[in-house]
């Protein structure tokens, strides 16, 4: 029975291959913090050695978790998986844990999920603290340090006239260039040579660009990872354009960050999130894909592309009631 456990509890992605009396074992040095104070999470491992863990991809069952550190060892010939954690956000986390990308010696990527745990973080503060805190009305009350003093940087004057003068006249050029090309060349009687593509914007290009991917059985790894590089493209591209930020310019961490920012649907932020890191994988860790999983990720991009726009327009709809009654409402007290 302990056996039976072990199993469904350590592999809810993928099976590992190991023999019968394989065993994992799991501590942790605390399920109750206060705001920072560092967690580690101990899992252990029997007849599981040589294998390359992708830390840098690893997925968290709750967004507002940080990882500080994390390393791998043997020991008591015992693989140890040992992540150092913490959270800045109070609350109970029920059931965290961690999913950890493991690459075998055969390049098969396979998930170690550890043991779930229920986590409770404190405010620093006491009740007591906090409602002091409310209570203070007279600023003076407020210890402040006393501001550094400015350093002053002396500097000469000679020189800078002119190199101001010599920047003005080289974006004077500049725009003039522009204008003589852009405007009589590109552009000749109101019609541009922009391509089909460019003309479109937002939800039009996202289904313009996704249907000029197909994934053929033989491409080779670098088509293969181009075709991945355009498709995670496309929807950073639409999620760029409707959240008006620069999801293309960020990382995966960048985004997420990003979204959390904006209240985006934190199931929505999830499946982002897990999407990247295995599309990621592909490109960097190079594990084995097939075509079924292309299609996979094809699909998927196109339906998550699509629930982000139409949380968008939900969004922009509720905004823009917001904004009408709002107006109403001002022209009736104008009136009255």
């Not at 899992?43 to 069952?61: C, G, M, Q, R």
């Not at 950890?100 to 006491?126: D, R």
């Not at 080779?220 to 999801?247: G, H, M, Q």
């Not at 934190?266 to 990247?276: R, Y």
Request: charge should be negative; glycine fraction near 2%; hydrophobic fraction near 40%.
């Amino acid at each position: 029975m302990k056996k039976l456990v072990v199993f469904f509890w350590i592999f809810p992605f993928f099976l590992f291959s190991q023999q019968n009396q394989d065993e994992i074992f799991s501590e942790i040095s605390a399920t109750q913090i206060k705001i920072g104070q560092k967690i580690r999470l101990l899992t252990s491992l029997s007849h599981f050695k040589e294998v390359e863990v992708l830390w840098e991809e690893i997925i968290l069952s709750h967004l507002d978790i940080e990882v500080l550190d994390y390393k791998v060892f043997n020991a008591n010939e015992l693989t140890n998986f040992e992540i150092i954690f913490t959270s800045f956000q109070p609350g109970t986390y029920d059931e965290f844990y961690f999913t950890v990308p493991i690459v075998n010696q055969q390049g098969k990527l396979l998930y170690l999920e550890t043991k779930k745990y229920s986590l409770m973080v404190e405010n620093p503060l006491t009740p007591e603290e906090i409602e002091v805190i409310k209570n203070i009305k007279d600023g003076n009350q407020i210890e402040l340090k006393a501001p550094k003093a400015q350093v002053s940087i002396p500097f000469q004057v000679s020189g800078i006239i002119l190199f101001v003068l010599f920047v003005t006249l080289f974006v004077f050029f500049g725009l003039l260039v522009y204008y003589f090309i852009y405007k009589k060349v590109v552009q000749q009687d109101g019609q541009s040579f922009l391509n089909e593509e460019d003309k479109l914007a937002g939800w039009e290009r996202f289904v313009y660009r996704l249907e000029k991917i197909t994934f053929l059985p033989e491409d080779n790894r670098v088509e293969t990872e181009i075709k991945l590089s355009l498709l995670s493209e496309i929807l950073k591209e639409l999620v760029n354009y409707d959240f008006e930020f620069n999801a293309s310019a960020e990382t995966t961490k960048e985004i997420i960050q990003s979204l959390k920012e904006l209240h985006i649907d934190n199931k929505l932020i999830m499946k982002i999130n897990h999407l990247f890191k295995e599309m990621d994988l592909i490109k960097f860790a190079k594990v084995e894909v097939n075509q079924q999983n292309l299609e996979y990720y094809y699909n998927y991009i196109k339906d998550l592309g699509y629930e982000f726009h139409q949380y968008y327009l939900a969004k922009k709809e509720q905004t823009d009631e917001f904004q009408s009654k709002k107006t109403d409402k001002n022209e009736s007290i104008s009136m009255s």
